[in-house]
């Protein structure tokens, strides 16, 4: 099967912790997003990357960081310095044209504070 | 998930009925248009898209309406069915930039 695999579907933080989120697509997609969905809101762009190697900021990239090792995969940590990490989180990928640029969607991972 | 359609103005519909969800942009120099399907506690999926050089686009049941004039976006589904039910959101696109600006969505409701 071609796609984004996110996991795990649910992740729960304790305070002080940081965790991990992991993204992982075989479309063999130069270009990966991590975006945060809050309710009521348009989806807003943590990090992007679009070679390996190389990663850049996106509108609301504090308390995160990521790593982009290899080209299918491009994990997303949550650190303590997030004060508001619940959400739903999903990842994204496309390939590098500027004819057509379509972002497909992995299936989400939902974090929560404990 | 599920909480994702708090708040979200809602279209509900007759199961056969046409439905019409709108979308305003932002941005003059937006140049590609991408509609995008949410069922609940899922991943956005991919509906059609349309470049600025166009006004209007069909797919499968599905129609995208551009009017660059007054910066309007919309999305047409025939025939309504109850699995057409969730939440729909456009997003624009700067070619230059690889960069989307997601709307808020709608959420759709087919009413049996």
């Known amino acids: 099967d071609g796609g984004i695999t996110q996991s795990p579907k649910y992740l729960f933080r304790k305070e002080g912790q940081n965790v991990t989120l992991s993204c992982e697509q075989n479309l063999n997609h130069d270009a990966m997003y991590w975006y945060r969905q809050d309710p009521g809101q348009g989806l807003r762009l943590i990090y992007y990357?679009?070679?390996?190697?190389?990663?850049q900021k996106g509108d609301i990239a504090e308390g995160y960081s990521v790593s982009r090792e290899k080209k299918e995969s491009f994990p997303l940590t949550v650190t303590s310095a997030q004060k508001n990490p619940t959400a739903f989180y999903l990842c994204?990928?496309?390939?590098?044209?500027?004819?057509?640029?379509?972002?497909?969607f992995g299936a989400g991972t939902r974090l929560s504070v404990l | 998930g599920e909480s994702v359609g708090l708040h979200l103005p809602t279209l509900s519909v007759q199961e056969g009925d046409n439905s019409i969800i709108n979308c305003a942009y932002s941005?003059?120099?937006?140049?590609?248009f991408i509609w995008y399907k949410q069922e609940s506690g899922k991943g956005p999926q991919f509906i059609i898209d349309i470049r600025s050089n166009m006004d209007k686009r069909q797919g499968q049941r599905v129609t995208v309406l551009l009017n660059k004039t007054v910066k309007h976006l919309s999305l047409q589904i025939a025939a309504t069915q109850p699995g057409d039910s969730a939440v729909y959101f456009c997003a624009e696109i700067f070619s230059g930039t690889y960069k989307y600006i997601f709307g808020t969505g709608t959420r759709l409701k087919v009413l049996a």
């Open positions: 994204a990928s496309s390939i590098m044209s500027l004819a057509k640029n379509i972002q497909y």
């Open positions: 990357s679009q070679i390996v190697n190389d990663f």
């Open positions: 941005n003059s120099a937006s140049d590609y």
